[in-house]
């Protein structure tokens, strides 16, 4: 049972350039989340999914693009990088109902020179 | 939108000692509160969480208290141990069918010196 899988752990970027991240869930959970941590602020929440085929904004959403296609991965796409996207990603699911705990993957470092 | 403050940022405390975190939101209503901790280079993993309709949850040497008038929770450890040396983020969330989403704490890098 592998939880929840990012791919890739690590990618540089130039300015201007795009790159999807993707998430991947084997718990069958409903819904799925994208955070940036960035030092001294925690994690936010860009993105978020409550079901196959649908995406809502979170907290700092500007920048960023997902897609929900498969109830098992959530897409991160940035069209055209900025430094100031510079972070550490993670993506995260969780059930529907009354257990509400939220699964974390293992991270994806961006760095955008 | 909720906003959550932890402290203290750093916290350095000596094997077998107690270590307390504490973290206050705005929005009441709020009714899931949750702490992960985070091992360099991993994601944060859920260590113990409590609902609004619960003052206090204990998980062997973890224990978590909410007090929801004053709108603060904390994270208590005791015989802290090296292992227990990482960043810990305290979260708030509205559970409802929109999902868990959570707002975080700072963080806080616990220390556990020999």
């Known amino acids: 049972n592998a939880g929840v899988t990012q791919t890739p752990k690590f990618r540089v970027l130039k300015t201007g350039q795009s790159m999807t991240l993707l998430c991947a869930q084997d718990m069958n959970h409903e819904y799925m989340y994208w955070y940036r941590q960035d030092p001294g602020m925690g994690l936010r929440l860009i993105h978020y999914?409550?079901?196959?085929?649908?995406?809502a904004k979170g907290e700092v959403p500007d920048g960023y693009n997902v897609s929900r296609l498969k109830k098992q991965n959530f897409l991160l796409g940035l069209e055209s990088a900025a430094p100031s996207q510079t972070s550490v990603y993670f993506c995260a699911s969780s059930y529907y109902g009354g257990k509400s705990e939220a699964f974390f993957g293992q991270g994806t470092r961006l760095t955008v020179v | 939108g909720e906003n959550v403050e932890q402290h203290p940022s750093t916290l350095s405390v000596q094997e077998g000692d107690s270590a307390v975190i504490k973290c206050t939101y705005s929005d009441s209503a709020s009714n899931y509160f949750p702490w992960y901790k985070q091992e360099l280079g991993k994601g944060p993993q859920l260590i113990i969480d409590?609902?609004?309709?619960?003052g206090e949850k204990k998980d062997q040497r973890i224990a978590v208290t909410l007090n929801k008038t004053a709108k603060h929770f904390s994270l208590h450890i005791t015989e802290t141990q090296p292992e227990d040396s990482a960043v810990y983020f305290c979260a708030a969330s509205i559970l409802t069918g929109g999902g868990n989403k959570l707002t975080f704490g700072t963080g806080t890098q616990l220390k556990v010196e020999l």
């Open positions: 409590i609902r609004s309709n619960v």
């Open positions: 999914s409550v079901g196959e085929g649908t995406t």
